[in-house]
């Protein structure tokens, strides 16, 4: 399923209009709602610091959540701003702490940062090419807030007209419902905050009892991906370049770089001194660390 997103979403992505690109790969990811307006947030605990959230956990959109002693760091804000500000109300609620520090962007991909404008409180930290394409995103969800509606009223024919209770019907209830959700919060002054801190190579964040190590990776799945690496809590997030049971990884063929540095930055993480327990990829469950030397 990945590998044929990843085909359709670069055809589609040189062939026509970016809505409907959008729309394809919200098709393709798979993750729905339940058929309610509300949002449902799964949070599953990796440490008593360090948490992961998605949407009904089918085939999630992964967000990270980590509360160190100067404030919680959000890594990626979601698809749509009220997923993002649902996700924004269970990590205060798991936390019992509003205080958010930082947000930081794996990539610059609207499905993993369309929700930043629910964590403006927070420092936005991305790759310097990051902010290029965050300065789009008003004029795609205006465009999104112009057509998508028409898309759902279409699909909602067609349910009208299937079996009741039948897959079918059922299925497109949940698309429905998943669209709706997308476009809640997206309308005419949508606006993004745009990266504070931006950096070429390499940044570590040092927050007291946390500190977060954050690579670029290179040219890759897009031009701004990075690798976020806690020693304390032993995980690494890496966006949407490494994918569950997909080697090789998950790259843009446009954007495919300098495989030296592919290889020198996962060699960092595979150094004798580094421990790691959760490989925690953009999409889907977690990789085996072991997966890293196989890539």
Known sequence: LYHLRGILKKQVHSAINPIISILLCLVLTGTVASGQN??????????????????????PHNVIAINSKEGIVVIDSEISPAIAQAMREKIIETFGNENFRYLIN?????????????FSDATLIG?????????????????????????????????????????DATRLQETISYYELCLDGISSDFSTPLPSI???????????????????FGNAHTNSDLLIYCPEEKFLATGDLFIP????????SDNVGNLNRYISVLESYLESDTSLLFVIPGHANGLDPSSLKEI
């Open 245 to 252: 049971k997909m080697n090789p990884p998950y790259l843009n």
């Open 38 to 59: 509300q949002p449902k947030i799964s949070v599953n605990r990796l440490s008593d610091k360090t948490i992961l959230l998605n949407l009904n956990n089918s085939e």
């Open 198 to 216: 931006t950096f070429t190579e390499d940044l570590t964040l040092h927050l007291d009892d946390i500190t977060l190590i954050i690579k670029y």
């Open 127 to 167: 790759h310097t090419n990051s902010t290029k394409v965050l300065q789009t995103f008003p004029s795609r969800a205006a465009q999104m807030a112009e057509r998508m509606p028409a898309i759902i009223n279409s699909l909602t024919s067609r349910m009208e007209k299937a079996e009741p209770g039948s897959d």
């Open 106 to 118: 794996t990539h610059a991909h609207w499905d993993h940062a369309f929700g930043n404008c629910a």
